[in-house]
């Protein structure tokens, strides 16, 4: 593994830098130390005064842009903790205060493995079911996840809208943190284990104790045999409480009397059980606000939100729903497909409050109606869902959304953005009216001398690009 390292106050940082990495890493993690910060390799910045912060933190956030899930790391002394900005946290993927470069290195060669051990897990096939998807917000959710359960045994909360994969994220949680054991562990074994999910919306006071608890044979009338509940299934596994949000306030102390203390008994028996598990929920509510308002037991919240995940919308992953669609699609038909433009523009320009859901059900409908062959065209999609694809201002307003969104969350400051905007329809302007510099300034409504110069640095641009 290259590694990349920056430095500007004193020479001797890169030399020394080069020989602990060296001392304090294993021989088969092959790490290469080079001088200058890589937009391909993760890399270590070293700053010892506030201007370095500074400097540094511009020139990362460049790379960040480009490749946002390559470690970078902010080395400082402890005393320039105090100059440590919001900026600087959402920058570089750790801050390490460290006063030798030693302790340093020790933490470096750490977060590397372990970066590496994420990585690894998500790239196993057999996980291919949840991790399909190129966005940034959702690779930045993945690795979260996963990172959360290879090396943590904490309770997870899922918090995200409806629709958004919040059961399949606690299979991946239980799949991953149950049958892979982190790179620390001694143990080899990959056998299953169990997910037991609890519907918490469909849970009363009546039902609570049995579904949770079990029972005894003759505990209540109906009660003909001795009944497990979900914490015996979930021993040694995994208890999933999905929609925890809805539960009511007096099952809310039942549960946190379990998660307390780890022992219950049956309903109708007098002998006391153990249960362990691993504690995963999940919610479309925001508990920490509830929990702020008295609608959610403050004291239960932080007992679910060891560690909290926020699955992002499909708003905030439109990178992924043409990857997604083709994958539903193909699922559906059991054949490779490839999607038609006009398709791919239907997909980007929808807009889906269900989510995730949404779309594979809108994929499975578009599947139904194939007929077969390699493309799936505008014919393959029910005329109920295009009905207001053809609708010039509504398809017009939602691709202009949608491409100014992705824009945005690609990195690209407002000042570019507006000059890319500036000069695209500088260029589209000229190039539908042949080239009449006095027809294109007048649609755009600015001076025929503003495309002259935007004509002469286009040509200059474009010499500069050749000789290179």
């Known amino acids: ?153 904490s309770p997870i909360l899922i918090t995200g809208a409806n629709g958004t994969g919040k059961e399949l994220a606690a299979q991946w949680i239980n799949d991953v943190s149950l049958q892979v054991p982190p790179p620390s562990s001694s143990s080899t074994s990959t056998s299953a284990k169990t997910l037991t999910t609890v519907d918490c919306t469909g849970l009363s006071k009546e039902l609570m104790g049995s579904e949770l608890f079990g029972h005894a044979k003759g505990a209540f009338t109906g009660a003909h045999y001795n009944r497990e509940g979900a914490l015996d299934l979930a021993n040694n596994g995994t208890l999933f409480l999905d929609e925890i949000g809805e539960m009511d306030t007096p099952l809310q102390a039942g549960l946190l009397r379990v998660l307390q203390e780890g022992t219950y008994k049956p309903v109708g028996s007098n002998t006391w059980k153990r249960s362990n598990f691993r504690l995963i929920s999940a919610t479309n509510r925001n508990l920490f606000e509830q929990q702020k308002t008295g609608q959610f037991r403050q004291d239960l919240y932080y007992r679910l939100s060891g560690w909290e995940c926020k699955l992002p919308s499909l708003q905030e992953r439109l990178a992924d729903i043409v990857p997604l669609a083709r994958l539903f699609i193909e699922n559906a038909t059991k054949k490779k497909i490839t999607l038609d433009s006009c ?101 755009l409504g600015v001076h025929e001398r503003t495309l002259q110069l935007h004509k002469a640095r286009s040509k200059s641009d474009m010499a500069s690009n050749n000789a290179c």
């Not at 790379?63 to 390559?70: M, Q, S």
């Not at 590397?112 to 959710?141: E, M, P």
């Not at 207001?388 to 945005?408: I, T």
């Open 1 to 153: 593994m290259e590694f990349t390292i920056g430095c500007l106050s004193d020479p001797k940082d890169y030399a020394n830098m080069e020989t602990a990495i060296a001392n304090y890493t294993h021989a088969d993690d092959s790490f290469m130390v080079t001088k200058n910060l890589s937009c391909r390799h993760p890399g270590v910045v070293i700053a010892k005064t506030k201007d370095q912060l500074k400097y540094f933190q511009a020139e990362v956030l460049n790379l960040t842009t480009a490749t946002p899930f390559i470690p970078r790391f902010l080395a400082i002394k402890p005393e320039l903790l105090a100059s440590i900005t919001q900026e600087h946290l959402t920058t570089f993927s750790d801050i390490l205060p460290c006063d030798s470069f030693k302790e340093l290195c020790q933490k470096i060669v750490c977060r590397l493995q372990r970066t590496h051990a994420v990585k690894q897990c998500i790239n196993q096939s057999k996980y291919s079911y949840f991790v399909h998807g190129i966005s940034d917000a959702w690779q930045k959710t993945l690795f979260e996840l996963t990172e959360a359960a290879l090396f943590s045994s």
């Open 343 to 443: 398709v791919e523009s239907f997909l980007l320009t929808r807009e889906y409050p269900g989510n995730i859901r949404e779309l594979k059900h809108l994929c499975e409908r578009i599947a139904n109606r194939f007929v077969g062959g390699e493309r799936i065209t505008l014919a393959d999609i029910p005329c109920s869902d295009l009905k207001d694809f053809f609708n010039p201002e509504h398809n017009q307003l939602l691709q202009l959304d949608n491409l100014v969104e992705m824009a945005v969350f690609s990195g690209i400051n407002l000042k570019a953005l507006q000059q890319r905007v500036n000069d695209t329809a500088k260029a589209v302007a000229i190039k539908h009216y042949d080239g009449n510099l006095k027809a294109a300034a007048k649609i």
